[in-house]
């Protein structure tokens, strides 16, 4: 299929529908405070033993994360390589895609005693969400064209965004009214719903799978196939730094990237630990956070349109910004929910417009796109390493998930600074011919006529 065919436009976004109830249910809703009530109940208190190491629980959840994303630091760059050498991205992100929905499955079986079994299951998660994100959007450049890759980014959120709120919300009638679906507790409930997102992940998979084509090279594997890997993401890092503009989006790409993913991933954890927000009204929470990221991500989109992808990205840091900073101030429960909407309404801009950004100043040319984007991946993986680290360092050693939240706020002034020292559009217009782009709002019109 040609670029911008809308079959294969939303066949691509679909997968956001599948993978995004991990990045959801696991990571942010539910998990996070079924794994922080287990094992507080089975070790009697927040210490847990893992492998014989005496840790806090909510630190290790935290290092989890940090590990599985530099899982994918050390492996994409080799990965991606292969990918665009051999012509099998759509392989690779199988392989991930099957790892990640499995492991989430297999949590089904973490009870808080076997912490280990727990951890390593959503690690392996983990690293199976982020792994396929390299492959599928690489896929991006080979499903729209240049002026409609905002559009076409925001789509995919926003499917991802609506598909997992429609399982957060079965999932939130399964916990709280367990007996009606047979279930002996929500202890048993809440289990069920880590099967549901596997096969749910997994299966919605493979209508991006049957529509995305890999575009074939004819080069074969071989015992020289690493150092292929590695050249190919040597000629992208040459490419970049011979793009000054392009070079410095990544390096304020890298240091806000510190803080909107982290504070994302470990928002919950906050909410639960500092504020004492109960699993129900966190479910609660996460679905107005989520609704608001779909408008978030359109908004965010007419606001690149008409005053420049460099302003729009800069509203939401100054957002994030204010959100880090009242966080340590925080007291209530009803403050919480205040900044966890403003949290869902920058979180769908800033991942749309960044993932689109970084499309449209992608040589025209190029087709290595999943090495291109192997090193975007490294960049926000790698931001997400150091700043989970950094968040779980000051936690273990201040015992304050408010001082980490605060120290967020350092890494959103460093990439917003830099941020006003990058030309962004001029260098798109160098890339791209200058074409207005449609109305946002016009494909979700059509989607929801048509159906």
């Known amino acids: 299929m040609e670029k911008d065919n809308k079959k294969l436009i939303n066949a691509w976004s679909s997968y956001d529908w599948a993978n995004s109830v991990y990045n959801l249910i696991i990571t942010t809703a539910i998990f996070p405070i079924y794994y922080s009530d287990v094992t507080e109940k089975a070790f009697g208190g927040k210490i847990v033993e893992f492998f014989g190491i005496s840790i806090d629980s909510s630190v290790l959840f935290t290092y989890g994360i940090s590990f599985s994303f530099l899982v994918v630091v050390l492996c994409s760059p080799i990965l991606s390589g292969i990918a665009d050498y051999t012509g099998s991205k759509k392989r690779f992100m199988q392989f991930f895609t099957y790892l990640g929905s499995f492991a989430c499955m297999g949590l089904y079986f973490f009870d808080g005693i076997n912490v280990e079994y727990g951890i390593t299951c959503s690690v392996l998660a983990s690293i199976g969400y982020a792994g396929s994100l390299v492959f599928y959007n690489g896929f991006l450049p080979e499903v729209a064209s240049p002026e409609r890759m905002d559009n076409v980014s925001a789509r995919g959120f926003t499917f991802g965004y609506i598909g997992s709120v429609i399982l957060l919300i079965i999932s939130l009638i399964i916990i709280m009214k367990p007996g009606i679906f047979g279930f002996a507790d929500s202890i048993t409930a809440t289990k069920s719903c ?5 096969i749910w992940w997994i299966s919605f998979a493979q209508i991006a799978f049957y529509y995305l084509q890999d575009r074939k090279s004819g080069n074969k594997l071989n015992k020289n196939i690493l150092g292929k890997g590695i050249n190919e993401l040597k000629k992208v890092y040459t490419s970049i730094k011979g793009r000054p503009v392009m070079k410095r989006y990544l390096f304020s790409f890298f240091f806000y990237s510190m803080g909107v993913l982290t504070v994302m991933l ?12 109960g699993t129900e009204e966190m479910i609660i929470v996460v679905l107005i956070l989520q609704i608001l990221a779909i408008f978030g991500a359109y908004f965010f989109v007419w606001v690149s349109q008409k005053k420049g992808s460099r302003f729009s990205i800069s509203m939401i840091l100054v957002i994030w910004i204010m959100i880090c900073i009242t966080c340590y101030f925080l007291k209530v429960k009803v403050g919480f929910y205040v900044l966890a909407g403003l949290l869902g309404f920058g979180m769908g801009g800033v991942q749309s417009i960044s993932r689109s950004t970084y499309s449209r100043l992608i040589p025209k040319a190029t087709k290595d796109t999943a090495s291109y984007f192997s090193f975007y991946d490294i960049t926000e993986k790698l931001a997400i390493v150091i700043g989970t680290f950094s968040y779980g360092i000051i936690n273990q050693f201040t015992g304050s998930m408010r001082n980490s939240m605060l120290f967020m706020s350092l890494f959103f002034i460093i990439g917003l600074l830099i941020l006003q020292w990058t030309d962004l559009e001029s260098e798109m217009q160098k890339i791209s011919t200058e074409e207005a ?3 946002p709002w016009d494909d979700i019109i059509e989607d929801v006529l048509d159906s």
């Not at 470990?266 to 927000?277: H, K, N, R």
């Open 194 to 198: 880590f099967l549901m997102v596997g």
């Open 437 to 439: 782009l449609d109305n």
């Open 266 to 277: 470990l928002a919950p954890l906050f909410g639960s630990t500092e504020v004492g927000v």
